[in-house]
Each structure stands twice: as structure tokens, then as C-alpha cells.
């Protein structure tokens, strides 16, 4: 068996791992975060449970941190007061990016983890089976439910050679979504092998499991061998090992070989992950800013090696370079060796050790301006300026453009030392709340629920027949930045009526009252989409906020793993056209008929859709496991359990 199949084989609850077809695995690790945990959470204390049934779930505030209203303070008094009543280890704002801090103080070779974040592979980078999802999944699996899932189909990636100095990991994975674009890839699994492995420490591997997510693949992982066992060490958690690797004559769907020693310094240009080109193509273009953090690329590793770089030059005068470190071990660290001086003697803005630049939060670019990041992702606007050209680069690129003020490929310039993860890590667990009562929970702890605390909206049962209107039309490669902005708007994740008002505010920002007024027709709101529907992040409010305003169906001509997901956990019915060319026929405003609808869900998926407006008919279709019809016909999960609570028969 390859690793991918060991993990799962062992956590099977249901189904048979052959490729496509759903199982159901167990979950023993959970992780979420601020911006999609408040609803998580909701959602979580609706289903009765008493405590978290997981080994460790642990609440992380690392989104919303700024704090410029009253918002995001209400959302961390409710997130810690959650936590201690449930069991579940809160990590305070200030402490890091949850990824990073998951990596080094709770991951284990060999478990499941997931997150309601989709960089949650990065835990892939210590051997984990580790996979983003929608809240509502999370909170099921903290409740001891399942995580269902699509058995993957496993690509080997073969490591041979190593990386020259000034190249590094962030230039593995752009090569690798150089190879596989950022679509396409729903159902995979990337596993790393070969014996290349064995030159990448922890955080280099951790970093290509982190963006692997860009390739919209189910999940990345590494072996676990002796340097993970040295991390785990580092970090006083050597118990915490175990050896995970392929077996010899392990299977795989595909092979991609990578020869680590002919990788070059590389970047993702605006605005996807996957638009890769060589930084040498792009030297001496003119950098207005440098941002250097981000769960992708901000470890000791990543954040020594730029502070040598920097070490006693100064950043050039037209360049504005800000780094945010992982957690509070990075910082530590680079304090206790001096770095930190290093870094602001060269004139380097010291931000928060939060998400902060990479969502939009803080820190969007001028106009037109040209912004290298250290960041995953890259999309239109997502930076806060929309006619920005944010380049995704690694630590090494954004040193040394910080320096000389133009693209500049790290490796033509004077490369850092390579550096050596310490045998014993800084640690300080002091910001981790509620270890002591982890799992166990304190069952008459109060809740705290500022006027932030909204109501998780209830869906409504899929009706026989549907007439809708297609409310909205857009194109390939959508992403769920598109249809549910973050940045500023993230303050709202709480309440759904306030952030509703922004649903494809970049795309169509009249969609919130066209939506509603369809709604007050009695008219179902469709989506028209694309390749590629719901790329990026996992936010169910992507599902959520539309199902609030009344979208019931998406007519795709592909769509993401989470977003679909997302999508069927909110009963909106996930379709996408039998002959892609019908995209074609339907405009925006086109009344919509879909006749038997919910038979066609209970049934074969297929369904014919009537254009009253065009008098054109096309074909569509959903493929949806048993479960998944239960749900969509039911209006979605949350309605479902409390339907099955109603009648005593709760899970
Ligand atoms: C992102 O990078 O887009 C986010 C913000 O971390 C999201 C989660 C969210 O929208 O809250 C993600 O990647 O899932
Ligand atoms: Fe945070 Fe950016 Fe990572 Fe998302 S991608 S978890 S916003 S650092």
C-alpha cells in the first residue's frame, strides 16, 4: 500500500477505497479557525453533543485579529468561552497561523486531521492525512460523526537530486502546479517520495503540502522518517512519532517525476497559483512591496533564512517589506539569535503573527502596484486592490527583491547559509488555553454571545418541481474569494444577514438584491458557472450566505471538492451541464424551469432544465452519493439532524 491507503485503510468506517467512490473515516484530530469557526461552532452546540469525541480539536484565532469594531473581540470571547465548555484547546489571538502552530505543537504521523481551513494539508508535510472541509464537517467529526470523502486517486511524486542553494520549497510546488494547473485535480491525492525526500526538512515539506491545496487536490503528504522524527524531537514530542512509508511495491494512479537539482527560482503571477513562470523572466521588474508570512512560508526556516539575508544591509528605499512570523516559537527564535535586530535595522515592518496581508486583512498594495508574496494565493483583488500584480514567491525571491528594489533571481545574487533546525525548539505553550481540561470540557461553563453572534440560517426542504431564475453568470475558475470576499468583509462571518449583503460583490455587486428580490417571487436563484466553480478556500459561507438568499441550485461546467461539499451541506443542489457547450445558451436573467427535480436528485442525478426565456431545453446532472441525496432533499444537514432530532432519532 502507498501511505495515503495505509492512513485511510485504518480509519475506514464505511466503503471501499477504489477511487470515486465515497468512504467514511474516522477523524481524530480537528482544527479551526476564527473566520470559519463561530459557525462551526454554532453549529457544533446545535447538535446536543456534551464534549468533543476527537483525541484533539483545538480552536485557533489567526484571522480576524485587527480588531477595528467591536466584531472580532465578540468572536474570540465566544470561540475561548466554546472551547472551555467543550473540551477543546483554545489558541489565543497573538499565539500564530494555525497551520504552523498545528504542525509544531499537535500533528502525528499517521492521524487524521481536518480543518475548516483549506490549508489544512500542510499537516501532510509530518505524514498526516490532513484535509480542508466546511465547518459543518468539522463540527460533525468534533461530535464524533464521520468525514466522508471521495477515496482518492493516488499520484506519486518522485523526488530525486536537491535543491540548489537559493532555491527552495516554495519553488517544488509552484513547479508542481506548473505541471498540474489549479484545476482539474478534484479526487487526487499528491504523495511525495523518492529518495530527494530525505534532503527537505519539516517546514520545506510542510510548505508543498500547505499549497498543495492549489491544485484543488484532496490532499498532499510526505513520508514520516528520521527528520520528522528530529522535528517531533525539536519540538519535545518525539512520543509523538511513528515511521510512515510506502511500501516497496506500492500502487500508484500516476507517477510525476521531479528531478529537485534542475528546479529553478519561480513565481506565480497575477492572479492564480498555477500561472507560473521563471523569476529570470521576470528580473528587473519593479517591486513596490515585499511580504514575506503566511501559513505557506513562515517558520524558522523560512524566516532565518530571509533575516541572514537581510542581515546588516538595508531594504531599498522604494520597497515596503513586511514579514509576519508563523507563531510565537518563530519569533522567539529569531529574537533569542539576534535576528529579529537584523531584521529591524534593514527597515522591515514587523507585523503580527497572524494572517493578517495574505487575506486581504492589512497591508493591500497602491494602485497598479507590484506586491512579491510569499503567500498561496494570488487572486484578482484578493489583496484588497484590485488592479494590483501580486506575485506568489519564495522567502529567497522576496529577500531579494527587498533588496535591490526589482525581481531578482535569488540564485544570481549572494544565496544564505542553509539553515538547520535547532535540536531543541523555544517552547511555550503558555497561549494555548484549556489544555488541562482538553477532551473533557467544563459542562456548566457559560457562553459567551456578544451582538456579533448571529444564528446559523435553516434551510428549507427541496421542493417536487423548481422555477428559478438564473440569477447570476459567470466564468471559469470562480473562486469562493469571488462569491464570498474575506478582507474587510470578514468581520461579518458571524452574521449571516450582514455578510450576505457582499455574496459576488467583486463579480455583480447588485446580486444581493436581485437575489432577494427573486426571492420574494417565490423564484429559486440559480448560479451559472464555469471550469473550475468554488476554487480556494474552504468557507461554507460561500454555500451558506447564497443558500440565505435563496440559490438552490449551481449549473457548473465543473466544480472544487470543498465548495460541492459545502454546497450539498446547505441543500443547494450541485449540478453541472451534460454538454458543457449549453453553457452556452443561458444568460443571466433566463427564468428556469426544472421539473421533478427532486425525483431527478433521489434518482440518477439527470435532470432536463426548460429555458422558458430562450425556449431551449438542456440537460443537466448531480452526482451525489446516497447520503448526499438525503441531505439536499432534506434542505441540507443542519436541517437534517434536526429533523432526525425531532423524532428521537439523533446520531
Ligand atoms: C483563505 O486562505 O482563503 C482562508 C481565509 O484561510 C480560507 C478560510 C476562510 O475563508 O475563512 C481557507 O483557505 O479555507
Ligand atoms: Fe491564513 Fe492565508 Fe493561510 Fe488562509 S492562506 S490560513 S488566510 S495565512
Known amino acids: 500500500m502507498n501511505i495515503t491507503e495505509k492512513i485511510l485503510n485504518a480509519h475506514l468506517l464505511s466503503g471501499k477505497l477504489e477511487p470515486g467512490s465515497e468512504v467514511a473515516i474516522k477523524i481524530d484530530q480537528t482544527l479551526t ?66 497551520h504552523q502552530l498545528h504542525l509544531e505543537r499537535f500533528g502525528k504521523p499517521g492521524k487524521t486531521l481536518i480543518g475548516s481551513d483549506s490549508h489544512t494539508p500542510t499537516g501532510g508535510g509530518i505524514g498526516m492525512i490532513a484535509i480542508g472541509a466546511g465547518g459543518l464537517d468539522v463540527a460533525v467529526a468534533m461530535g464524533g460523526g464521520a468525514f466522508y470523502l471521495a477515496a482518492p486517486k493516488v499520484v506519486k511524486v518522485n523526488l530525486t537530486g536537491k535543491l540548489r542553494p537559493g532555491v527552495s520549497a ?69 512520543e509523538d512519532w511513528v515511521e510512515i512509508k510506502a511500501d516497496p511495491d506500492a500502487k500508484y494512479a500516476e507517477v510525476f517525476e521531479l528531478n529537485l537539482s534542475e528546479i529553478v527560482p519561480l513565481a506565480a503571477g497575477p492572479h492564480n497559483p498555477a500561472n507560473v513562470m521563471a523569476i529570470s523572466s521576470l528580473a528587473g521588474k519593479k517591486v513596490n ?112 527583491a527587498a533588496l535591490t528594489g526589482v525581481i531578482t533571481d535569488p540564485t544570481t545574487v549572494e544565496t ?30 457559560e457562553i459567551v454571545r456578544g451582538p456579533n453572534i448571529g444564528k446559523v440560517p435553516a434551510g428549507e426542504p427541496l421542493a417536487p418541481s423548481m422555477r428559478g431564475v438564473a440569477a447570476i453568470k459567470v466564468g471559469d475558475k470562480i473562486t469562493t474569494d469571488h462569491i464570498m470576499p474575506a478582507g474587510s468583509r470578514l468581520k461579518y462571518r458571524s452574521n449571516i444577514p450582514e455578510y450576505s449583503k457582499y455574496v459576488f460583490e467583486p463579480v455583480d455587486p447588485k446580486f444581493h438584491d436581485k437575489a432577494l428580490a427573486n426571492k420574494e417571487k417565490g423564484l429559486a436563484n440559480v448560479i451559472i458557472a464555469g471550469e473550475s466553480y468554488g476554487q480556494g478556500s474552504s468557507r461554507e459561507h460561500a454555500a451558506m450566505c447564497p443558500m440565505y438568499l435563496g440559490v438552490r441550485a449551481v449549473i457548473a ?80 444537514l443542519m436541517k437534517q439532524i434536526a429533523s432526525k432530532q425531532k423524532q428521537g432519532g439523533a446520531e
Open 416 to 445: 544564505a547559509p542553509a539553515v538547520a533546525i535547532p535540536s531543541e525548539f523555544i517552547i511555550d505553550d503558555s497561549m494555548f488555553l484549556f489544555r488541562d481540561t482538553a477532551s473533557k470540557g467544563v459542562p456548566d461553563a
Open 289 to 400: 512591496q515585499v511580504l514575506i508570512g503566511s501559513c505557506t512560508n513562515s517558520s524558522y526556516r523560512d524566516l532565518k533564512t530571509v533575516a541572514l539575508l537581510l542581515k546588516g544591509k538595508k531594504i531599498n528605499p522604494n520597497v515596503s517589506v513586511g514579514i509576519a512570523a508563523g507563531s510565537r516559537q518563530v519569533v522567539l527564535h529569531l529574537a533569542k539569535e539576534g535576528l529579529l535586530g537584523e531584521l529591524v535595522l534593514a527597515g522591515v515592518r514587523i507585523l503580527e503573527n497572524a494572517c493578517g496581508f495574505c487575506i486581504g486583512l492589512n497591508q493591500s498594495p497602491g494602485t497598479n502596484a507590484v506586491s512579491l508574496r510569499t503567500s498561496n494565493r494570488n487572486f484578482e483583488g484578493r489583496s484588497g486592490t484590485k488592479s494590483a500584480q501580486v506575485y506568489l514567491v519564495s522567502p529567497e525571491t522576496a529577500a531579494a
Open 33 to 98: 479557525q476564527d473566520a470559519t469557526g463561530t459557525m462551526a461552532y454554532l453549529q457544533f452546540e446545535s447538535m446536543g453533543v456534551d464534549k468533543v469525541q476527537t483525541e484533539v480539536s483545538v480552536s485557533y484565532v489567526d484571522h480576524n485579529t485587527d480588531q477595528t469594531g467591536f466584531e472580532n473581540a465578540d468572536d474570540h470571547a465566544y470561540l475561548q468561552s466554546v472551547a472551555r465548555k467543550y473540551g477543546i484547546i483554545f489558541s489565543r489571538a497573538g499565539n500564530g497561523i494555525c
Open 557 to 636: 461546467k465543473s466544480m472544487e471538492r470543498i465548495h460541492f461539499a459545502n454546497l450539498v451541506n446547505f441543500g443547494i443542489v450541485p449540478f453541472t451541464f451534460s454538454n458543457p457547450a449549453a453553457y452556452d445558451g443561458v444568460e443571466a436573467g433566463d427564468a428556469l424551469e426544472f421539473e421533478g427535480i427532486a425525483d431527478a436528485v433521489r434518482g440518477d442525478g439527470g435532470l432536463v432544465v426548460r429555458n422558458t426565456t430562450k425556449n431551449t431545453s438542456f440537460e443537466v446532472v448531480t452526482k451525489l452519493s446516497e447520503r448526499q441525496k438525503a441531505i439536499v432533499l432534506a434542505g441540507g
Open 170 to 238: 516554495k519553488d517544488v510546488i509552484l513547479k508542481v502546479l506548473e505541471r498540474y494547473g489549479s484545476s482539474g485535480n478534484v479526487g487526487r491525492v499528491m504523495e511525495y517520495a523518492g529518495e530527494g525526500v530525505a534532503t527537505l526538512d519539516v517546514p520545506s515539506r510542510a510548505t508543498i503540502t500547505n499549497m498543495g491545496t492549489e491544485l484543488g487536490v484532496t490532499t498532499s503528504v510526505f513520508p514520516s522518517d528520521d527528520v520528522t522524527r528530529r522535528f517531533l524531537a525539536a519540538q519535545g514530542r518525539e
